[in-house]
T-cell receptor
């Protein structure tokens, strides 16, 4: 079986930093992926952490601690366009997603 | 465009109709998936095809019938649906490496289905 926990909603101010946490329980863990989905749009792949530590891609970073079954997505210099839903998913195929976190960026 | 194209974008159908959703990818991926996304629910995995073979059917009712004629095309045939089947149906593809999805899935924009 598999379970994922993310906050359902987060609100942050434009220009700020926000962290979206993800805790998981899964058998045969193969890393953690993050996806972004704007309203009415397709989910898009953001990052994958196969090993513990921080992966940085521009304004977005993702972190994984396998011993804690925990990861997070860090978004810096928030922009209005970052308002979207963010999903973590253990990297085992096929991907199974949680309910996601709805991020609202306000002026 | 993501490289995965779904048609139609919107579909309204009656409970007695038969319709099909189409998904096409030209990314050279060897695995394709159908997901259902309802309001306030997680993305639900419906079907998985790897190398054109169905490898998973996630307890989906028989009124949904998938078809994968080749590695680039995936269909979802619909018949006698219920109003609660109204949702966004998303197709995705990936390069199946056996167990790890480190290169990510590419999703289409989905078909917004309304059953009346």
């Amino acid at each position: 079986g598999q379970s994922l926990e993310q906050p359902s909603e987060v609100t942050a101010v434009e220009g700020a930093i926000v962290q979206i946490n993800c805790t998981y329980q899964t058998s045969g863990f193969y890393g953690l992926s993050w996806y972004q989905q704007h309203d009415g749009g397709a989910p898009t792949f953001l990052s994958y952490n196969g090993l513990d530590g921080l992966e940085e891609t521009g304004r977005f970073s993702s972190f994984l601690s396998r011993s804690d079954s925990y990861g997070y997505l860090l978004l810096q210099e928030l922009q209005m366009k970052d308002s979207a839903s963010y999903f973590c998913a253990p990297g085992n195929t096929p991907l199974v997603f949680g309910k996601g976190t709805r991020l609202s960026v306000i002026a | 465009e993501t490289g995965v194209t779904q048609t139609p974008r919107h579909l309204v159908m009656g409970m007695t109709n038969k319709k099909s959703l189409k998904c096409e990818q030209h990314l050279g991926h060897n695995a394709m998936y159908w997901y259902k996304q309802s309001a306030k629910k997680p993305l639900e995995l419906m079907f998985v095809y790897s190398l054109e073979e169905r490898v998973e059917n996630n307890s989906v009712p028989s009124r949904f019938s998938p078809e994968c004629p080749n590695s680039s095309h995936l269909f979802l045939h619909l018949h006698t649906l219920q109003p609660e089947d109204s949702a966004l149906y998303l197709c995705a593809s990936s390069q199946d490496t056996g167990s790890v999805s480190n290169y990510g899935y590419t999703f289409g924009s989905g078909t917004r289905l309304t059953v009346v």
